[in-house]
């Protein structure tokens, strides 16, 4: 492991997970000389080691729907390409609808999705049920089902892309902290590490839940706040398919799928408050998750919980992510806020991020990515793709 940085570099990628790890080794590919991504604690073990792993086209925006279709391709052929194997399983993604304004939203947006090739579609509560056995089907009044959607390992993303970045030429260092940018009016001018400085003109903010302190040691408002997200393992379930796709209920959030021998099953908690709390603490997050449970899978209240984990969203005021060239300082790109989305943007993202460094015009619509769209809305939520 390298114990000092270089001098300079072309770019410097601050954050090793799946988004920073992507774009590094997207520059790299493109030719870019002398990328150096750094990472001060040891590669994914932020936010990307805490996610569930899926990978989905099933969004109402078209934007989104995109950004998802590239995950899932890259993805499927990311073990050959990356010599890397990630566990990539097309299990699908079935969501459970129990009120009619949601039967409303997700069949216009299994509309919008066809018309761009996902074969997503409604289905009664008993087609969901004999998918997920595990689903109470009172008080469903339909599901959406979405079949191409997937699953995979993020920490085995990470280290494909930063073995293939470093075949490349990048230089990943982990164990290296950011401590201060050097600015000069627009420009920027280095990057100080806990590992020494490193001189350049650009960076890529890639810090997720941490983004808002990198942006402020350029003077930029990055308006991302990091929000725990718990997610817990299950002795197994008896009657559980190994294939059982990753099934949401939406109104709640509540969501598991089958894991190893048992089952991942989590809950995003309304009440929970910003902050960089990761203690894994079961209490009033199991009772909630155990309340909804009992009406929409009650046979998971039969399994005790093995283990867990607590992690972090970086979560924008919109709920949708920043991927964009910075207006106040030359140099600084961002790809952040991805608000639970970024391992199946990763692809996407790293791709955007190497056409705005190399002055390109990326073949994704990013005009909803914008970090100029929080100038003069006092981070007043807009209205925001509902899935």
């Known amino acids: 492991m390298p114990r000092s940085v270089p001098e300079s570099a072309s770019v410097v990628v601050i954050g090793g997970g799946v988004i920073g790890t992507s774009i590094a080794f997207h520059l790299a590919r493109a030719g870019v000389p002398d990328v150096v991504l750094v990472e001060r604690d040891e590669l994914a073990e932020g936010s990307t080691s805490k996610a569930a792993g899926g990978v989905r086209a099933s969004f109402s925006d078209p934007a989104n729907v995109a950004l998802g279709l590239r995950g899932l391709e890259a993805y499927s052929t990311f073990a050959s390409d990356h010599r890397q194997e990630i566990d990539f399983r097309r299990d699908g993604y079935l969501y459970l609808l129990s009120d009619q304004d949601s039967v409303d939203v997700f069949t216009e947006s299994t509309a919008v999705q066809n018309h761009?090739?996902?074969?997503?579609?409604?289905?009664?509560p008993e087609a969901a049920q004999r998918l997920s056995p595990l689903v109470a089907t009172d008080g469903l009044l339909a599901a959406a089902w979405s079949p191409d959607?997937?699953?995979?390992?993020?920490?085995?993303?990470?280290?494909?892309?930063?073995r293939s970045a470093r075949r490349l030429g990048a230089r990943i260092i982990r164990h290296c902290a950011v401590q201060s940018i050097e600015r000069d009016g627009r420009a920027i001018r280095g990057v100080t590490t806990s590992?020494?400085?490193?001189?350049?003109?650009?960076?890529v903010c890639a810090a997720g839940a941490w983004s808002a302190l990198i942006?402020?040691?350029?003077?930029?408002?990055i308006p991302v706040q990091p929000v725990r997200r718990q997610i817990a393992f299950t002795e197994p379930v008896p009657g559980t398919p190994r294939h059982t796709p990753?099934?949401?209920?939406?109104?709640?959030?509540?969501?598991?799928?089958?894991?190893?021998?048992?089952?991942?099953?989590?809950?995003?908690?309304?009440?929970?408050?910003?902050?960089?709390d990761l203690d894994f603490s079961l209490g009033t997050w199991l009772e909630g998750l155990g309340e909804i449970a009992a009406v929409r899978a009650p046979a998971l209240l039969e399994a005790g919980i093995v283990s867990g984990w607590a992690g972090l969203y970086e979560v924008t005021?919109?709920?949708?992510?920043?991927?964009?060239?910075s207006e106040e300082v030359e140099g600084l790109l961002i790809a952040t806020g991805f608000s639970g989305h970024g391992f199946l943007m990763g692809p996407a993202a790293g791709e955007i991020i190497r056409d705005l460094f190399?002055?390109?015009?990326?073949?994704?619509?990013?005009s909803a990515f914008t970090l100029s769209r929080f100038r003069?809305?006092?981070?007043?939520?807009?209205?925001?793709n509902i899935i």
């Open 116 to 124: 761009y090739g996902v074969p997503s579609r409604m289905i009664t």
């Open 149 to 162: 959607d997937a699953k995979a390992t993020p920490e085995a993303v990470v280290q494909g892309y930063a």
């Open 195 to 203: 590992l020494g400085t490193i001189r350049t003109e650009n960076v």
């Open 215 to 221: 942006g402020d040691m350029l003077g930029v408002r």
């Open 246 to 276: 990753l099934t949401i209920d939406f109104p709640s959030s509540f969501y598991f799928h089958a894991e190893g021998r048992g089952m991942l099953v989590g809950w995003s908690d309304p009440a929970q408050p910003a902050g960089f």
């Open 317 to 325: 005021p919109d709920h949708t992510q920043i991927i964009d060239r």
């Open 358 to 366: 190399l002055g390109r015009t990326p073949r994704y619509d990013i």
């Open 376 to 384: 003069d809305s006092a981070d007043r939520p807009r209205e925001t």
